[in-house]
C-alpha cells in the first residue's frame, strides 16, 4: 500500500530511494498550487502543525507555514525567545507541552544534532528535522532533489558538484545522501579544512579543487559559507576563499548550457557566489524556495496519514 509508513523524518540517511521517491512523486500535484487562484485545499483540515525553531530561519519555517495553511491545518509557531524555553524549560517538556494542547505534527530546528531524534522518541506527534547541528537538514535535501528532478527531469545519472564547507554543512550530509540513493554522481570540493574525514566510504568523489569539480557538472549546489569559521582560522579569508571557491561568472562560464544552479539560502553575495551569478539564467535558486512549500506539503500530507487509502491529494 502506497504511503510513508513511517512517524518521524529525521534525515535522508534513514530513507530508502522509494521513500524519497514517494515523497517526490507526491510534491508534484503540490507544486501546482501554486499556479491557481485559490490556494487552499483541505487535506488537513483539523490537524495542528507546530513550528518550533530554537535557531533563526526564513525559508524553512515559513515554507512550512505556508504548507500547513495551503492545506488547511492550523499553524502555529512558538517563538522560542518569548517561550517557556527561557525559564529553562527543557525542549523535550516543551514539546511534551506542544504535543498536550493537540500538535499532530511539530517541526524543530535546533543546534544539537540528535536533538529531533530524542524528540521524537518522546511525544506521539510525527517529529520533523528542520536542520539539527552539522548532522542532516533533510527537507533542504528533498527540496534540493525535487528541484534538480523538476529541471533536468531524472537525478540518475547526473555529476552532481556541492561546493563549500561540508565539514558543518547539515545540508550537504541530507544531499549526500539522497542524491547517492538516487543514483547520482557526487562530488564534494572546498578546503580540505572543511572536509570531513570518510566521505569517500559515502561513494561520494573528493576534490579540492574548484575548476577541477566543475568539469562535466550537470548541477552546482552552493554552500552558504558560515563566516564564523574563519575566526577560528578554517581558511585564510573571505577573499582568499572566495578566489578560490567562489562562483563567479568565469566558472559558470565554463558550465554546461543546461547545468543548474543551486544555493540553499542564505546566500553571502560576493563570497560564496557573486551576484551575477545567482542571477544567472541557469540559476534555481528562487524556485527552490517555492518548490520547498510543494515538498514540506508532501511530507506533511504524508506523516498523516496521506497516500495510503486515498492516494490524492484533494
Ligand atoms: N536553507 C535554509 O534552511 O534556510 P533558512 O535558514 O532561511 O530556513
Not at 525559564?87 to 530546528?109: L, N, W, Y
Not at 534538480?148 to 556541492?162: D, E, F, P, Q
Not at 579569508?237 to 542564505?266: F, T, V, W
Request: proline share 5%; charged share 25%; glycine share 8%.
Amino acid at each position: 500500500m502506497p504511503g510513508l509508513h513511517r512517524k518521524d523524518l529525521l534525515g535522508l540517511k534513514d530513507l530508502t530511494a522509494e521513500e524519497i521517491t514517494l515523497i517526490l512523486d507526491t510534491a508534484e500535484p503540490c507544486r501546482e498550487i501554486f499556479a491557481r487562484e485559490l490556494r487552499k485545499m483541505p487535506t488537513l483540515r483539523g490537524k495542528t502543525v507546530v513550528t518550533l525553531f530554537f535557531e533563526p530561519s526564513t525559508r524553512t519555517r515559513t515554507s512550512f507555514e505556508v504548507a500547513a495553511k495551503w492545506m488547511s491545518a492550523d499553524a502555529i509557531n512558538i517563538t522560542v525567545a518569548t517561550s517557556s524555553v527561557v525559564k529553562g524549560e527543557s525542549f523535550v517538556d516543551t514539546a511534551k507541552t506542544i504535543e498536550a494542547v493537540g500538535a499532530d505534527v511539530i517541526i524543530i530546528r535546533h543546534a544539537m544534532a540528535g536533538a529531533p531524534a530524542l524528540l521524537a522518541k518522546s511525544v506521539k506527534a510525527a517529529v520533523i528535522n528542520a536542520g539539527d547541528g552539522a548532522h542532516e537538514h533533510p527537507t533542504q535535501a528533498l527540496l534540493d532533489l525535487y528541484s534538480i528532478r523538476r529541471h533536468k527531469g531524472r537525478i540518475a545519472g547526473l555529476n552532481v558538484t556541492i561546493v563549500g564547507d561540508i565539514l558543518h554543512s547539515r545540508v550537504a550530509k541530507s544531499n549526500i545522501w539522497g542524491l547517492t540513493k538516487l543514483g547520482a554522481h557526487v562530488t564534494v570540493v572546498g578546503p580540505p579544512t572543511l572536509m570531513p574525514p570518510g566521505l569517500e566510504e559515502l561513494g561520494v568523489r573528493v576534490c579540492y579543487n574548484l575548476d577541477e569539480a566543475l568539469e562535466g557538472a550537470d548541477v552546482v549546489n552552493v554552500l552558504r559559507i558560515q563566516l564564523e569559521r574563519q575566526k577560528k582560522g578554517l581558511f585564510p579569508s573571505i577573499k582568499e576563499y572566495s578566489r578560490l571557491y567562489g562562483i563567479n561568472k568565469a566558472r559558470l562560464d565554463r558550465l554546461a548550457p543546461d547545468a543548474l544552479l543551486m544555493h540553499p539560502g542564505p546566500a553571502n553575495l560576493g563570497v560564496e557566489i557573486t551576484e551575477e551569478a545567482a542571477e544567472d539564467p541557469r540559476s534555481v535558486i528562487v524556485d527552490q524556495v517555492s518548490n520547498g512549500v510543494a515538498v514540506r506539503m508532501a511530507l506533511l500530507y504524508l506523516l498523516t496519514g496521506g497516500g495510503r487509502e486515498d492516494g490524492l491529494l484533494h
